[in-house]
């Protein structure tokens, strides 16, 4: 490890907290409230009278990806699958097959009767209808016969589901900050592997609703907190790829239904093939550990200290001594949701945040409303829409420390915007209509990598004790765009560009409002209200605040070295 990836600098929570940059063994600190003789070179023993180790500072001594944060990392891609298989399910188990009327339903499907599809021959409104079985033998809307009159009820299960997604993101946002991180991931494993499971057994449409709206909430709970864990256990050097990175299993979640559904055409046996697997999740809960950074928010030491111990062995590294500041405890673990609302600089940062969380949503639905005409059947237009989210969190975790969040944000957004509008206002012959589909995948690609940066974004921005209030509140925000979407989608009635010019301009918004984000890439991750401040701005705060020359002097060599 180079002397700089080893330094270390940590802005207090208060004035009167020490700040320290740590020397190449991760060991030694600059105390700011020591009267200091001396500041030498980063390989050189500096001068203080007390030392203090924080948790980027352990990682660093630890090891910032070491082999234990690699076996976590890793073994969570899993669960974070299964947020897209438990969810997004639903896309092949309500598919609507082709239909018609008839007196007798255990006739077989005639293409010759397609015609007659809500009225019999009669003209009379239809009671009974026989489905095309070529695709699917079996899904939701030819058992529960979703179809003609009932047709509406398809969309109010759509609606469901989003709207658990929705109090999902936010109550186990807020559950996880309370209660810690493993409680939260027990909590979601068994109402994401419940709800599946009674989806599939349900008597009839409202039990099923009920048992896909308990699915949607654990499904996106579970995600945010595999999420927040891979984040708080990794040193800044790799928090960008990892941040990411938990993306793809995501996007191979979504390709492993369509295989799912190609081999299973039941709706059924389906649903029982994806939901039975999650209960293997519970096993986790026996080796994942709870999160340092909450432990001591919570003035949880010791139980942190094993933890770290843990970590420690695996990693087979000598744990340095540890001492805790129990002001400093007592101040974070009265931190709530309300105080980043009170703050007025975190407060327009979650706006920010919030509008980007929205408009993301709201060009990932709208592009992917497109994509399905972009294949010849129900699996290639889903798996190709699925399949262009892997190049683009590729993209973010090359580029992404490179040119900043805000940057790569602002660029993603404006991508998904534009790429909407054109693939809307802009006439092309029959012969190049390639290039409508070229669009839409560009879109998708921006699109998706927002959604990969706005979850590292969040989690940088905001403080440890409502980091996971803080992302699931934002995700919150990010289902309205999901209900909303429908709708905006609905005013092609009105006019066929006006969806696509609404949701353009919205992403563009939200790519412009992005630039007044502070950039946070390469910043250790803020543990108290007034870290998150001024992360971001820390040679700000050196000037302004400590007003001392030498440290300032210090840390403009680490940021050009680095």
């Not at 896309?91 to 809500?118: I, K, R």
């Not at 972009?374 to 699925?386: C, E, I, K, V």
């Amino acid at each position: 490890m180079s002397d700089s990836d080893a330094t270390r600098e940590e802005i207090p929570s208060g004035m009167e907290t020490d700040t320290m940059l740590t020397d190449s063994d991760g060991i030694n600190s600059i105390d700011l409230e020591s009267s200091m003789t001396e500041v030498t070179d980063e390989s050189s023993t500096t001068v203080s009278t007390e030392n203090k180790t924080t948790v980027d500072s352990l990682l660093d001594h630890l090891g910032q990806f070491g082999r234990f944060q690699r076996i976590l990392y890793f073994a969570l891609w899993l669960p974070a699958a299964s947020m897209a298989a438990g969810v997004y399910a639903s896309v092949y188990m309500e598919y609507t097959p082709l239909y018609h009327c008839t007196n007798d339903t255990s006739l077989a499907y005639d293409e010759e009767s397609e015609a007659q599809t809500c009225l019999d021959y009669n003209n009379m409104t239809c009671s009974a209808w026989t489905f095309d079985k070529s695709v699917f033998s079996r899904t939701v809307v030819s058992e529960f016969q979703l179809v003609c009159e009932a047709s509406y009820l398809k969309t109010l299960s759509t609606t469901v589901y989003m709207l658990g997604m929705l109090v999902g993101s936010f109550f186990f946002g807020w559950f996880g900050d309370k209660f810690g991180r493993k409680a939260a991931f027990l909590f979601t494993t068994l109402c994401l592997s419940i709800g599946s499971v009674v989806s599939a057994i349900s008597p009839n449409l409202w039990f099923y609703v009920c048992a896909r709206f308990i699915t949607s909430c654990g499904g996106v709970g579970l995600f945010i907190t595999c999420f927040v864990i891979s984040m708080e256990f990794v040193g800044p050097k790799f928090r960008t790829i990892c941040g990411v990175a938990i993306e793809i299993p995501f996007a191979l979640g979504e390709l492993y239904i369509v295989g799912l559904a190609y081999l299973i055409r039941d709706w059924r046996e389906y649903q029982f093939a994806i939901g039975l697997p999650f209960f293997l999740f519970l096993i986790y809960l026996f080796k994942i550990p709870e999160s340092v950074r909450w432990l001591l928010t919570k003035g949880k030491k010791d139980e942190a200290k094993r933890v770290l111990s843990s970590i420690a062995q695996v990693n087979h590294v000598i744990l340095p001594s540890v001492t805790d500041d129990e002001s400093d405890e007592e101040k974070a673990e009265e931190v709530g949701m309300s105080k980043i609302f009170l703050q007025p600089t975190l407060r327009m940062r979650f706006l920010i945040m919030a509008l980007n969380w929205i408009v993301a949503t709201l060009g990932y639905y709208g592009l992917g409303l497109s994509s399905a005409s972009l294949g010849s059947d129900a699996f290639s237009s889903f798996a190709l829409s699925a399949a262009m989210e892997i190049p683009s969190y590729l993209f973010c975790v090359v580029f992404l420390d490179k040119c900043g969040r805000r940057g790569i944000l602002s660029f993603s957004q404006i991508l998904a915007g534009t790429t909407c509008i054109l693939a809307a206002i802009v006439p092309l012959p029959t012969h190049l209509e390639y290039l409508r589909t070229a669009l839409v995948l560009l879109g998708k690609f921006g699109a998706s990598a927002s959604f990969a940066v706005v979850f590292v974004f969040t989690a940088e921005l905001f403080p440890t004790p409502v980091r996971n209030s803080a992302i699931g509140l934002c995700s919150t925000s990010a289902r309205f765009g999901g209900i909303l979407s429908p709708y905006i989608a609905s005013l092609s009635s009105s006019s066929p560009l006006l969806p696509f010019l609404v949701m353009g301009c919205c992403c563009c918004l939200g790519g412009l409002a992005a630039i007044l984000l502070p950039e946070t890439s390469g910043r250790p991750l803020p543990d108290t209200v007034e870290e998150a401040i001024h992360n971001g701005s820390m040679e700000e705060y050196y000037r302004k605040n400590l007003k001392n020359e030498e440290l300032l002097i210090a840390f403009k060599s680490k940021q050009n070295s680095s």
